[in-house]
């Protein structure tokens, strides 16, 4: 069974930096054989592609709201991704969300698919106050 689990996010002040992680378990394959990708969703707002990696197809997508200040990795010789924020704005305040496409057609270098996510997350909180 596969479980994608997110800890980290919580309260941070406009400029500051939070991260969250995602721990994913059940997998059959290697995460690198995924595609990764982290959403969030504001209240009253609909859901937000943040960022996606896709390793095996080395792609790289960044939602223009984040580039520059979000980075999207993996732990080192675990099951883990991570995202870094930086920067913080309010406006970055949501839910955020990782999840795993299994078909690959979750993430190109113009744009990210929620449809083509299969595994969720329960999300993690992030508020950035001005």
């Known amino acids: 069974q596969v479980q994608l689990v997110e800890s980290g996010g919580g309260a941070v002040q406009s400029g500051g930096s939070l991260s969250v992680s995602c721990e994913v378990s059940?997998?059959?394959?290697?995460?690198?054989?995924?595609?990764m990708g982290w959403f969030r969703q504001a209240p009253g707002k609909e859901r937000e592609g943040v960022s996606c990696?896709?390793?095996?197809?080395?792609?790289?997508y960044y939602a223009d709201s984040v580039k520059g200040r979000f980075t999207m990795s993996r732990g080192f010789g675990d099951n883990t991704m991570y995202l870094q924020m930086n920067s913080l704005k309010p406006e970055d305040t949501a839910v955020y969300y990782c999840?795993?496409?299994?078909?690959?057609?979750?993430?190109?270098?113009?744009?990210?698919?929620?449809?083509?996510?299969?595994?969720w997350g329960q999300g993690a909180q992030v508020s950035v106050t001005s």
């Open positions: 059940g997998s059959t394959l290697d995460l690198d054989y995924y595609c």
């Open positions: 990696i896709c390793t095996k197809a080395r792609i790289t």
């Open positions: 999840a795993r496409a299994d078909s690959g057609h979750g993430c190109s270098y113009t744009g990210i698919r929620g449809s083509q996510y299969d595994y």
